[in-house]
C-alpha cells in the first residue's frame, strides 16, 4: 500500500479543526495522536520491517484516537465506562462514514487499519492472523507509552475527575495490588479508588509486547514520575514503594541493567 503521509497528516488535521483545539482535553488528544504515530514508527521499524509496513503502522497510530473528539464532545469526559467506547466510535467514523478515504484512496488495508483501530483499547485482543496482530501490537504498545507521558504532564485530577484531596488521601484496592504484582494490566471494574488508577496506568508496562517499546519507556522516564506520586495516605506510600521496587527489579530483568 502507498500512501501521502502530508495528505494523511492534512485530514487529520482538518478533522481536528472541527473541535475546539484551545480547550486543553482536544489540544491534549490532538498531540498525543501525533506522538503515537510516532512512536508507532520507532517500533515499527526495530522489528526491520519494510518502509512501506513502518508508514502503515505510522498511519494506525495517526488513527487510533479520532473517536476521542466525538466522545468528548457528546459527553465531556475520556471516560469510556461513562461514555461511548472510544475506539469503537473512532471505527465508526472512520469505515462507516466514510472518513478514512480523506486519509488514503487505496482501501486494501482498511480491514487491518480497521481492525488496528476498533482494538487498540481492549483489554486482550481476540485471536487475529499473524500480521494484523503485530499492527494492532504495535500500535498497542505506542499507545500506552505515551499515555505514561499524559499522566505525569496532565494533573491527575483532571484525568481521573476527582479533587486533589480524593486523589492523595486515596487507598489501593487489595485487587488492584494484587494485578499489579501478578504482571498484567488492571481490570477497570477492580479500580475503586483515584489511586488504583495511578497503579493500573503503572501497570501498562507489563502489557508492552516488543523489545523496542520498554527501551522506551526507560529513555524517557514518565514511568518513573508516575511512579514516584507523593501521597499523603501513609498505607499507599508504602504500596507504591514497594511496586516501585518491583517493578524496577522486572525492568532490569527485561531490559539489562544498561539505561
Not at 492472523?129 to 505514561?148: E, P, S, V, Y
Request: glycine fraction near 6%; charge should be negative; proline fraction near 3%.
Amino acid at each position: 500500500m502507498v500512501f501521502d503521509s502530508q495528505r494523511a497528516l492534512a485530514a487529520f488535521a482538518a478533522y481536528a479543526a472541527n473541535y475546539n483545539d484551545r480547550d486543553p482535553k482536544v489540544r491534549l488528544k490532538i498531540d498525543h495522536t501525533y506522538r503515537v504515530a510516532g512512536l508507532c514508527r520507532r517500533i515499527a521499524r526495530s522489528l526491520d520491517l519494510p518502509e512501506e509496513e513502518v508508514q502503515l503502522a505510522w498511519l494506525c497510530g495517526l488513527l487510533h484516537d479520532v473517536g476521542r473528539f466525538e466522545q468528548l464532545r457528546r459527553y465531556g469526559t475520556f471516560n469510556d465506562a461513562q461514555s461511548i467506547d472510544h475506539a469503537a466510535c473512532g471505527a465508526q467514523v472512520l469505515f462507516e462514514e466514510g472518513h478514512i478515504r480523506d486519509y488514503l484512496d487505496d482501501p486494501s488495508e482498511d480491514e487491518l487499519l480497521h481492525r488496528a483501530v476498533e482494538l487498540h483499547s481492549v483489554y486482550r485482543l481476540p485471536e487475529l492472523d499473524g500480521r494484523t496482530a503485530r499492527f494492532c501490537n504495535i500500535l498497542r504498545d505506542a499507545d500506552k507509552i505515551d499515555i505514561l507521558r499524559v499522566n505525569v504532564e496532565v494533573p491527575l485530577e483532571e484525568i481521573y475527575n476527582v479533587s486533589t484531596r480524593e486523589l492523595y488521601d486515596a487507598s489501593i484496592t487489595p485487587e488492584v495490588a494484587q494485578a499489579f504484582y501478578g504482571h498484567h494490566a488492571v481490570l477497570r471494574a477492580l479500580k475503586r479508588t483515584p489511586a488504583d488508577n495511578i497503579v493500573g496506568h503503572m501497570s501498562l508496562v507489563y502489557e508492552l509486547v516488543f523489545p523496542e517499546s520498554l527501551r522506551i519507556v526507560r529513555e524517557q522516564g514518565w514511568l518513573d514520575k508516575l511512579m514516584a506520586f507523593a501521597s499523603d495516605n501513609p498505607g499507599t506510600r508504602e504500596t507504591l514503594a514497594g511496586m516501585r521496587a518491583h517493578m524496577h527489579a522486572w525492568l532490569d530483568s527485561r531490559c539489562g541493567q544498561e539505561g
